[in-house]
């Protein structure tokens, strides 16, 4: 049987580990949380995790594109941005999907050629690359906007002292000699 075959036919047990192992990664109250609440809704985190889990073992199982890859992934690791985690804790739980699968496929993982096993592994990094530059992206745009905020107050305050004049298109335009 191959690769492919073994990974359809035990998806919804390993995408379950991975959800738990992804959530697991959120303080415990947080974790009990989303693992509870089934309510996309009442829990949107814990439905974005789910789905984006689920299309992302899709993704490797079909060898999406990087454009597919991006696009399930994105959801998530935005979330996961926002939420202060570093870097290893934001994209990490996506290697652990490698041992999730090895775990899955203890018994059949002999029969199994090297070489598709090693193609799995790269696209799951391929995936976690893609994870770590949307992070990186997120977080840039997140200083970003805490920096122009600053600015703001920053300009905001010397207005009110008197502090800033502003120059109007009729005024002379000044030469320095």
């Given at each position: 049987m191959t690769l492919k075959k073994l990974l359809e036919e035990k998806k919804s047990?390993?995408?379950?580990?991975?959800?738990?192992i992804a959530i697991d990664s959120y303080a415990p109250d947080a974790?009990?949380?989303?693992?509870?609440?089934?309510?996309?809704?009442l829990n949107p985190v814990g439905g974005t995790i789910r789905t984006s889990?689920?299309?992302l073992y899709d993704a490797v199982?079909?060898?999406k594109d990087a454009e597919s890859i991006k696009s399930d992934l994105e959801p998530l690791i935005k979330i996961r941005a926002v939420q202060?985690?570093?870097?290893?804790?934001?994209?990490g739980f996506l290697f652990t999907l490698k041992a999730i699968i090895r775990e899955a496929l203890k018994k059949e993982i002999n029969k199994i050629d090297p070489a598709s096993l090693?193609?799995?592994?790269?696209?799951?990094d391929a995936m976690a690359l893609i994870g770590f530059d949307i992070y990186v992206q997120c977080r840039e745009k997140i200083y970003d906007l805490k920096t122009n905020e600053e600015r703001s107050k920053i300009y905001?305050?010397?207005?009110?002292?008197?502090?800033?004049?502003?120059?109007?298109?009729?005024?002379?335009?000044?030469k320095f000699v």
């Amino acid at each position: 049987m191959t690769l492919k075959k073994l990974l359809e036919e035990k998806k919804s047990s390993i995408v379950k580990k991975w959800v738990q192992i992804a959530i697991d990664s959120y303080a415990p109250d947080a974790a009990m949380f989303f693992k509870n609440q089934m309510n996309d809704f009442l829990n949107p985190v814990g439905g974005t995790i789910r789905t984006s889990l689920e299309s992302l073992y899709d993704a490797v199982l079909l060898r999406k594109d990087a454009e597919s890859i991006k696009s399930d992934l994105e959801p998530l690791i935005k979330i996961r941005a926002v939420q202060n985690f570093n870097a290893s804790q934001a994209v990490g739980f996506l290697f652990t999907l490698k041992a999730i699968i090895r775990e899955a496929l203890k018994k059949e993982i002999n029969k199994i050629d090297p070489a598709s096993l090693a193609s799995m592994d790269a696209s799951i990094d391929a995936m976690a690359l893609i994870g770590f530059d949307i992070y990186v992206q997120c977080r840039e745009k997140i200083y970003d906007l805490k920096t122009n905020e600053e600015r703001s107050k920053i300009y905001k305050a010397f207005a009110r002292a008197g502090l800033i004049k502003e120059i109007t298109a009729d005024e002379p335009n000044l030469k320095f000699v």
